[in-house]
């Protein structure tokens, strides 16, 4: 039985927002990567690498921060974040694919990476984990659509290596997470004194384990407007909790690395630089950190998205300072990102949002749902764990 | 009896020597077939042409307008790959499509190339360049004309400088040769070789009459291996794999058996 969903127009717009990125992308394919991007020789990496590939792959630190969570830590009170949180880094990691696809000069080479031995190339690193990563979060969101159909035999068999590969997952998410901010730490001649730091492997792991919360929070909060169920604030409120220590924790470790290198006159003396660390710092940071410590922000709604969203839109904007805005080459250059590379960024992020709009309407990804309504066929054990076995063995 | 190892090459650049004749160019286009250009004059500073290095230029005299004494005047400069001897292009290549040979040249194989343009970013001179129109583009930079050293020839441009600026042999000779001429006259050169220890020394020896930053050159590089800026953090990668997986593995061993000992003791009790 196929199921049927209604198209709502936040469906349509979705889908036209890729249709305009699909024909931008045979653009680029017919025409050169030139035809298209703004990217040139002194900027080889522009917005298509700053966004749609170093912020996809952070914002889908929200996997394994969740699992880390949940099945590490065992804080079972956010189980109900878990499988959304697993689909959200599936479909991340599957734009930044996608991505590559039409960013790399020559795509139909890059199974090239895995049969090469290049241990000294951070990309490599990047290369590997990500491909195995993607598989782990395939598998894991597998159980899910596997339970709808009621293979038990095959659920059998992945219960069984669930634990082994969703360990594997989070140790994988840990090193290229970290290997992305390696890649960066190769040019200290380009990029700012402001951004560029030989801690920049931790900068990125754990900003991109800032990001996870807060992406799974806006999540939880946008699923339960337009999915209509009760969210449960008290959950929400006790994770924001954590986040405002995450967020706290990693100021300290950014403005203590800026300081211990020297870099705050740089700070403080005006240059665009100067203003876009700013606005990093204190919009991405310093105000959701103030506004999550309050409690009444934790239990509204409105506050948490606010804060939340500007978590997110903080290690957007640190992404692109480190891969993009803070690179200066010779003085005559320059870049900024094309309405063709946006445009294609745009209908990866839409498509993404509409396969997950249509998945969660389909598969029990929300406990809140799957309790009440029954989907095509009921869910073998919708409450459990992601591997859908109630408890832990 | 074995063949004694071959000793790595290098090349100076004396733009004390340089007449901006621009006879490199044409050699250097020649020998690996890349197209004419359309050009106007006045592209860069004074009558340079190209501004820039670019997919169909691996080599570039530069025009500086430089006041030396008390008048305005000429001083060329010479861009090229420098055949870095730790790469950071070759570090950050993820498949290996560039590498360094035994003899100096830093060789770049397009069959394994993917277009990740890592090395475009990594590169401290900022040599290698894009053919970003092309649908099957590939990294272009100088080759320090690795096929014509294999056969024991000079690099093409080294073969048609009409004043000696660019000279060709042994680096421990070259190395010797630039500070030999430095000593010899003092008054001409700066006393400084750029590429004897810039990012841990070049196969490319670079003298100049005055400062390098005055004629387009990148200075204040670092004199250690690029590439050992992320190795510090990569060869640990796998011992973190390891660590990292048993710490997880015990955690949530440790959380999981804490369940379900509650599980047990709620049924139980």
Known sequence: ?393 | MTAPAPKPKAMIQDNTRCIGCRACMVACKSWNNRPADHTDFFAGPGYQNPRDLDANNYTLITFNEVVTGAKPDWVFGRQLCMHCDHPACASACPTTALTKTALGPVVFNQNRCIGCRACMQACPFLIPKYDYENLAPLIHKCTFCADRIEAGLKPACATVCPTSAISFGDRDDMVAEAKRRIAAAPGTYIPEIYGLDEVGGTSVLHLSSVPFEQIGYITGLPKTSMPDLTHRWLRVTPHFFALLYAMFAALTWITHRRSRNQEHGGKTA
């Open chain 1, 1 to 393: 039985m196929i199921p049927r969903i209604r198209l709502t127009w936040w469906d349509v717009t979705l889908l036209a927002i890729m249709a305009i990125g699909v024909v931008l992308a045979v653009a680029r394919y017919a025409g050169g990567i030139g035809s298209v991007a703004n990217i040139n020789n002194a900027y080889p990496w522009g917005w298509w690498v700053g966004y749609g590939i170093m912020t996809m792959i952070a914002l889908g630190g929200v996997g394994f921060t969740i699992t880390l969570l949940v099945e590490v830590l065992g804080v079972h009170r956010y189980h109900a974040l878990l499988r959304p949180s697993v689909l959200m880094a599936l479909l991340c990691y599957s734009g930044a694919i996608i991505m590559l696809m039409v960013e790399l000069g020559r795509p139909w080479m890059v199974w090239m990476i895995l049969v090469s031995w290049a241990p000294t190339a951070a990309l490599y690193e990047v290369g590997w984990c990500a491909f195995l990563y993607l598989s782990v979060l395939a598998f894991e969101f597998a159980q899910v659509p596997l339970e709808q159909l009621g293979w038990g035999r095959v659920l059998r068999v992945t219960r069984a290596i669930y634990m082994p590969l969703m360990l594997l997952g989070v140790t994988l998410s840990h090193l290229h997470q970290s290997s992305l901010g390696t890649l960066m730490t190769l040019i200290p001649h380009k990029i700012n004194v402001l951004w560029w730091s030989d801690q920049l492997p931790l900068l990125f792991l754990f900003s991109a384990m800032m990001a996870g919360p807060a992406l799974a929070i806006l999540e939880y909060l946008a699923a339960a407007r337009w999915l209509g169920f009760e969210p449960r604030m008290d959950m929400l409120a006790s994770l924001a909790r954590i986040e405002a220590w995450i967020v706290g924790l990693f100021l300290a470790f950014q403005v203590g690395d800026l300081v211990a290198r020297g870099a705050v006159d740089a700070m403080l003396s005006w240059s665009w630089f100067a203003l876009s660390l700013w606005i990093e710092v204190g919009l991405g940071l310093l105000l959701p950190l103030v506004l999550l410590i309050l409690p009444e922000v934790r239990q509204s709604r409105g506050g948490l998205a606010t804060a939340c969203s500007l978590i997110v839109a903080g290690v957007l904007l640190h992404r692109l300072n480190v891969t993009v805005i803070g690179l200066r080459v010779r003085h005559w250059e320059t870049y900024y990102p094309s309405l063709g590379e946006i445009g294609i960024t745009l209908g990866i992020t839409a498509g993404a949002i509409f396969v997950f709009g249509v998945l969660a309407r389909i598969l029990p990804i929300h406990e809140e749902l799957t309790r009440s309504a029954a989907g095509p066929r009921r869910a073998v054990v919708p409450a459990g764990a992601l591997r859908g076995a109630r408890g832990i063995s």
